[in-house]
């Protein structure tokens, strides 16, 4: 049930190089996230969207970008990759306030 | 900021039971969602309580208490494929999820 996909799932770069994660879901949902998960801290949010006018900054947006280009798709840019930015990388979306969250099924970042 | 606490690893015998538990201290509340996930895998719904209590799903069962910033999920009849990490989320307002570390289970023949 590919409900929720990511590309690329893993991704190998240089520090300095600018990388874009892609998502898009055929939920029909109108809310989506991205989450960066690190070893021991569990899951962060980076950025949110309500839908393609409205987009929010999560808890830790520096040195990362984002696009709604349409309901079903939302981007996540790093614009000059840093080693610590090596992490787990996932979309999410729900419908609505209050519903679960459905994740898609990650994208694996190495920054070299 | 946001506090949620749950152990880091828990170890069980497959057949056994095993119960979780998940503190929190946050800036507000709407409600507690359980996730699981294995490695490497997207995490996926389990359960979600917004009343204190306890919700029984299958072999999985979820309570909360507000007053005491506390949950447990309840995991019955272990299972190898039950070898997982287990999310608890609070969420803070109508959007943002607030998640613990993850607490890893291992089931042991």
């Known amino acids: 049930d590919a409900d929720v996909t990511q590309t690329p799932r893993n991704r190998i770069t240089k520090t300095g190089k600018r990388i874009m994660l892609e998502c898009s879901q055929t939920?029909?949902?109108?809310?989506m996230y991205w989450y960066r998960q690190d070893p021991g801290l569990g899951l962060r949010l980076i950025y949110y969207?309500?839908?393609?006018?409205?987009?929010n900054k999560g808890e830790i947006s520096d040195g990362y970008s984002v696009s709604r280009q349409a309901q079903a798709k939302f981007s996540l840019s790093l614009e000059s990759a840093i080693p610590n930015q090596t992490a787990l990388y996932f979309c999410?979306?729900?419908?609505?306030?209050?519903?679960?969250?459905?994740f898609g099924p990650g994208t694996r970042l190495t920054v070299l | 900021g946001q506090n949620i606490d749950q152990p880091t690893e828990m170890t069980a015998t497959e057949g056994a039971i095993v119960q979780i538990n998940c503190t929190y201290q946050?800036?507000?509340?709407?409600?507690l969602f359980w996730y699981q996930q294995h490695a490497g895998e997207a995490p996926t719904f389990l359960s979600y309580?917004?009343?204190?209590g306890l919700e029984e799903k299958g072999r999985f069962s979820s309570f909360l208490s507000r007053s005491k910033g506390y949950s447990y999920l309840l995991l019955k009849e272990l299972q190898m494929k039950d070898s997982a990490s287990y999310l608890c989320?609070?969420?803070?307002?109508?959007?943002?999820?607030?998640f613990g570390a993850g607490t890893t289970v291992t089931v042991r023949a």
């Open positions: 309580n917004v009343l204190d």
């Open positions: 946050t800036s507000g509340f709407n409600g």
């Open positions: 969207s309500f839908d393609v006018k409205d987009i």
């Open positions: 939920k029909g949902h109108d809310r």
């Open positions: 999410a979306t729900s419908q609505g306030p209050g519903n679960e969250q459905f």
């Open positions: 989320a609070v969420r803070v307002d109508d959007y943002k999820l607030s």
